[in-house]
């Protein structure tokens, strides 16, 4: 986990990169801050020569990257997708060991994951056509098609939401919800 101020000086940095003609109180807004702190840390940023200011007027700046802060930001970019991605990659394989460890308890039985087309769903999508998983994914649009052609006792579904877990286990589906196994 980065410090604080880090986290902080990267918003700035990603902020003025995208609005050159910002204002410290919009940084402020931005980042959750009170200008105070924005000050201090403008100042910190054009000390460690990340940022340079140009005086318009006698109340008024703009700011800008420097090489250094563009190289900064950079890093700090590449090093948040790592760490994401690494993440990720961990929650893969999480998940990968639980879709094992429901076929050897349910050896009758398919896997299916069930929800809706979001980031989660994607993330399966990739692992089931990777063949990471032998399952299958049925998005939540595909419900009806999805409950009549599949007997009860023939799935057990993998679902990451609770309103998915709640409504098919009402039905009589065997349900786990990804979420709650993965934390």
Not at 7 to 15: A, D, G, Q, R, V
Not at 90 to 100: D, K, R
Not at 124 to 143: Q, R
């Amino acid at each position: 986990m980065l410090p604080e101020s880090t986290t902080k000086e990267f918003s700035i940095l990603s902020y003025l990169d995208q609005n050159s003609d910002a204002t410290q109180r919009q940084l402020s807004e931005h980042v959750g801050v009170s200008l105070g702190t924005i000050n201090i840390l403008l100042k910190r940023m054009v000390k460690k020569g990340l940022l340079k200011f140009e005086r318009l007027q006698p109340n008024s700046v703009k700011y800008f990257l420097t090489p250094a802060g563009i190289a900064n930001k950079l890093e700090r970019t590449y090093g948040y997708i790592v760490r994401t991605y690494r993440e990720l990659m961990a929650y893969q394989q999480m998940i990968v060991s639980l879709v094992h460890t429901l076929q050897k308890k349910y050896p009758k039985r398919r896997i299916c994951f069930y929800g809706p087309k979001d980031e989660m769903y994607f993330i399966i999508e990739g692992m089931v056509n990777s063949s990471l998983v032998e399952a299958e994914i049925s998005p939540e649009d595909s419900e009806q098609n999805f409950l009549h052609d599949v007997s009860k006792n023939e799935i057990v579904v993998l679902v990451w939401r609770t309103e998915d877990e709640e409504k098919l286990a009402h039905r009589g589906y065997t349900c786990e919800n990804l979420l709650k196994v993965l934390a």
